[in-house]
């Protein structure tokens, strides 16, 4: 499905209901936004269904693991807030 989207005056963009089932994009679903120059790709963001939980001196991931590179996965536990 293509469609023209406009920005509003506070410069946002609305998905319309059909173009955001056309992706299969469920409601308040975080989307992950990336530019190169005269693009804007939307990409769903992964939803977590877990915490990091503490066992003895280590911290463990209670959820399923996420399909993430090994690389970004370091780089977003040393950044991790509560």
């Known amino acids: ?9 506070s410069n946002r963009i609305v998905l319309s ?6 992706a299969g994009v469920p409601h308040g679903q975080k989307l992950k936004a ?3 120059p005269g693009r804007i790709v939307l990409e769903i963001e992964p939803v977590a269904n877990g915490k990091v939980i503490k066992r003895g001196k280590l911290k463990l991931w209670s959820g399923e693991v996420p399909a993430t590179p ?3 996965a370091v780089e977003a536990s040393r950044h991790y807030e509560r």
């Open 34 to 36: 990336s530019a190169t």
């Open 70 to 72: 090994l690389a970004e």
């Open 17 to 22: 209901r059909d173009l955001r089932r056309a």
């Open 1 to 9: 499905m293509t469609t023209i989207v406009q920005l509003d005056a």
